[in-house]
């Protein structure tokens, strides 16, 4: 994960503990209005409740993109090694047939000088 990726992740990580801090500012507010002496709001009830229905859509889905996004994380993604041996065997192995092929026409050569 580049650090780019890591700084935006952990923004992102970082609002949905926010939006969380605000989630729980909504569900103290109900309770108080729950307790009020005077009955509940209605509409302020509804009003926190939809908010917090809201944010935790929110947090769930922001949650569950940054999971993702960990589990999809390589480290080694970008890394060259097996490509690079891979490349090397080709060449060994180019160089073993070009040498079969060398001594081929050596032979073809001799061969054909002796007759």
């Known amino acids: 994960m580049s650090s780019l990726g890591q700084s935006s992740s952990l923004h992102r990580l970082h609002n949905v503990e926010k939006r969380i801090v605000r989630v729980l500012e909504l569900a103290g507010s109900v309770m108080e209005e729950l307790g009020n002496a005077q009955g509940p709001r209605a509409e302020a009830v509804a009003a926190h409740c939809r908010e ?14 940054e999971i993702k996004s960990a589990c999809e994380y390589r480290p080694f993604e970008k890394c060259d090694y097996s490509a690079r041996i891979a490349n090397e065997i080709c060449c060994k192995k180019l160089e073993y047939v ?12 001799d061969s054909t000088n002796e007759v």
């Open 98 to 109: 070009i040498e079969k092929m060398d001594a081929m026409q050596l032979n073809i050569e």
């Open 52 to 65: 917090f229905m809201l944010s935790m859509k929110e947090i769930e889905t922001t949650l569950r993109e």
